[in-house]
């Protein structure tokens, strides 16, 4: 099993920043060295959960939804198994909760898109921003 725990959340005026993590534990060994992604969804009231950004983990290589591209950046520390967004410019339409997941991908080098192939996810920490 994996666990996911997100951090970083909070309120921030339009224009600013935050970051946030996400720290996994449990049988994560295999994250680097086989076919996994990890990403960042988020669900805003009264909309359904959308994907933010991911990254294939045993190479690094990031993929970002339209709307955040060139704002967000996804990065990951091997060591400490944890996940960052850096989120950059933040607009109102950003406020959501943002979810941390994981997933087993077969198609190596690519991240599935739809939150229904990723198969952990951590609580989620709120972001709003506010304008």
């Known amino acids: 099993q994996v666990q996911l725990v997100e951090s970083g959340g909070g309120s921030v005026q339009a224009g600013g920043s935050l970051r946030l993590s996400c720290a996994a534990s449990g049988y994560t060994h295999r994250f680097t060295t086989g076919h996994y992604c990890m990403g960042w969804f988020r669900r805003a009231p009264e909309k359904g959960r959308e994907r933010v950004a991911s990254v294939y983990l045993s190479d690094g290589t990031p993929s970002y939804a339209d709307s955040v591209n060139g704002r967000f950046a996804i990065s990951q520390d091997n060591a400490k198994n944890t996940l960052y967004l850096q989120m950059n410019r933040l607009k109102p339409e950003d406020t959501a909760m943002y979810y941390c997941?994981?997933?087993?991908?077969?198609?190596?080098?690519?991240?599935?898109?739809?939150?229904?192939?990723?198969?952990?996810w951590g609580q989620g920490t709120q972001v709003t921003v506010s304008s």
């Open positions: 997941a994981a997933a087993f991908t077969a198609d190596p080098g690519f991240c599935p898109l739809s939150d229904s192939d990723f198969d952990y």
